[in-house]
């Protein structure tokens, strides 16, 4: 078999026609969407290794086997973590909890409370029909045809998300969380969230992806998601995205957004779970005045495997841009870093910033950080950095000499590392993910 | 009458750092009660005995013995020596960012109780001991030495003397780097933390810090050796002459 055909039958092997032909149930603009998705995934090559952002992962280990998808025991999984997850949200200081079962099943608590205040968090099925004008105005805006493979692949597949309308004017003190569950062994699902917040209103929303296959023995799973948030003028987004799923799942996730003049968004981004997850974070800032925040935190543990992006573009002068993403690794996990800050060329008097930090608890973890600049006028301040080594045996020996043990040296080092990150969050939040924090430096 | 034990002794010490030995056969002997000051020039190997007789892994002992109150430091890691009561105040101590003032105690104080012992009691006893050395109480809040001027870092370094009440204190340097208001006080948290049961080994370049914690010996080290000993007048006289008078002296005797 020549080389030639053999391309050739991997390209059809992840032919999508099938799983996209159920989807047609929407508005002709959609339907015309996820063709067009379809279409593009299907033109658009794999990613060659060695190109621009694909130096670390193979972009096959994010093509699934279409035979072996079962999805059998999806629903049975689900119906304890809607049970979990419900009764929880009752009990923390959360103001709606959106669910998404696989993308397949999207159930909404607590958004009758808002809706005098014309709050808007519906599925994306069911806001297609009821705020039409709204959907169709911002769906594919931000991560559309042109943005990739991948991004095509959710385009065209996803079966339905979660979408969050917020008026202007309005301010809502409690978050909001989004809770996704991926199916297990042998599944795979295309998450999909829209969040629009109107001008100069306040909005906090913890978007989290759980589940997922937790034995690669019976089978992976896969997950490709995409969220799109417009902040519009002088609103203010804080957006916490965390990812804690199972051991065995492998994991796509584009994260765009947009925000206008005098705008402001706090993106958080925690990533603990997942066998191999890329991921690509990026804000552009339009108006003067926007300013966008991003802190990362990664902590790898046995032979976890991370690729991370994250992009500022400054679209618009007196914007400013800051960048903070610190990665711990230990056992033999790995990580890649690509930070782009790209300054236009009349965007003037900017300010960007970008420190990447990694701790490598062991030998045998891997850390990569590679800083791209991209600026076209010399108006502008802008740093970046990085430090990727093992933690200062001279901290620990401070921290040995006072009596504290060595292993006790190492998680006391480590959660103040992490620390700065922590104290951002909501409270409940904040213990949860010192308690993931914790776990992960168990036996250290 | 029963022989006194010595506290704190070690003998014939030698310590490397990369390859180089730093420190060539030292011994002391400091009973309960007892201050004692170790002075010389930059470079004499002063810090690099205090790290090592701590347990410091970039300092190596390759020859000698170290006792505290008849326990081997040398078959024990850095903390188990601090648990067992030495303790050093460090010359340049390092920024934990992320880890408060507070918390940071909590746990060292935490490592010397039973495991369910009844911590309430901690946040008085910070309180009081910050108030003796002029400390704000935010700073309790504040990440360790993150940001910290020189003085600041030193009078926490004395704090945490106070919290953990060591039997026996290695003081490098601890006068470096202080105004003399910030001199006194220091030098007066450390007076309150001595008495007739504990040592205190003062490490210092300067006779200053001597006129405020006063010392019952002083030892000379020059070139990882105590080149002479004397009592407190040797201070002064140090002052006076500088280390140049000791170096001629010990020259002298070489000649003889």
Known sequence: ?444 | MTERKPLFEFKNVHVKVDETEVVNGVSLKIYPGETHAIMGPNGSGKSSLANALMGNPSYTITKGEVYLDGENMLEMEPDKRSLAGLFLAFQYPLPIPGVTVANFLRSAVKARRAKDDDMSDFRKTLKAEMDGLSIDHPFAARYLNDGFSGGEKKRIEILQLAMLKPKMALLDETDSGLDIDALKIVAQGINRFHSDKNGILLITHYQRMLNYVKPDFVHVMMRGKFVKEGGPGLAMELEEKGYEWVEQETAQKVEV
């Open chain 1, 1 to 444: 078999m020549s080389v030639e055909q053999l391309k050739d039958k991997s390209e059809t092997d992840y032919n999508i026609e099938e799983l996209a032909e159920e989807l047609t149930n929407g508005p002709d603009w959609l339907t015309d969407q996820r063709r067009n998705s379809q279409k593009v995934f299907n033109d658009t090559p794999v990613p060659r290794r060695g190109l621009h952002l694909w130096r670390y992962t193979d972009p096959y280990q994010f093509l699934f086997n279409r035979e072996k998808m079962t999805e059998t025991e999806v629903s049975a999984n689900h119906a304890s973590v809607e049970k979990t997850a419900v009764s929880q949200f009752k009990e923390n200081n959360t103001s709606c909890l959106a669910i998404d079962l696989s993308g397949r099943e999207i159930k909404i608590s607590g958004a009758e409370n808002f809706q005098k205040d014309g709050l808007v968090v519906s599925s994306l099925s069911r806001a297609v029909t009821s705020h039409p004008e709204l959907v169709e105005k911002y769906l594919y805006q931000l991560v559309g045809n042109k943005t990739g493979k991948f991004e095509a692949m959710n385009g065209a597949l996803w079966h339905d998300g979660v979408f969050i309308y917020l008026p202007d004017g309005k301010q809502l003190e409690k978050p909001l969380h989004i809770l996704h569950d991926a199916g297990r062994e042998n599944s795979s699902s295309f998450p999909r969230v829209l969040i629009v917040v109107g001008k100069n209103s306040e909005l906090t929303v913890i978007d989290e992806y759980s589940g997922g296959s937790t034995d690669s023995e019976k089978g992976i799973s896969y997950s490709n998601g995409v969220v799109e948030i417009f902040g519009e003028q002088d609103s203010r987004t804080r957006y916490v995205f965390l990812q804690r799923q199972a051991s065995a799942i492998k994991s796509y996730y584009t994260y765009r957004s947009q925000i206008e003049r005098g705008a402001s968004m706090l993106t958080i981004a925690l990533s603990f779970g997942g066998a191999l997850t890329k991921q690509n974070f990026g804000i552009t800032l339009n108006g003067p005045g926007a300013e966008s925040t991003i802190y990362g935190l990664l902590f790898g543990t046995d032979r976890q495997h991370f690729d991370n992006h994250t992009i500022h573009q400054h679209s618009a002068g007196q914007t400013r841009s800051d960048i903070k993403f610190k990665v711990v690794l230990r056992d033999k996990s790995v990580s890649a870093y690509t930070g782009l800050i790209r300054i236009e060329h009349d965007a003037k008097t900017c300010e960007a910033y970008q420190e990447n930090r990694n701790l490598l608890l062991n030998k045998g973890t891997r850390a990569e950080t590679i800083p791209e600049l991209e600026i076209l006028n010399e108006d502008v301040s802008c740093s970046h950095g990085a430090t990727i080594g093992p933690i200062d045996p001279d901290m620990v020996f401070y921290l040995t000499s006072r009596g504290l043990s060595k292993s006790e040296a190492v998680r006391t080092i480590v959660s103040g590392f992490v620390a700065d990150i922590l104290k951002l969050l909501p409270d409940d939040l904040k213990q949860r993910i010192s308690g993931f924090v914790e776990q992960r430096l168990e036996n250290i």
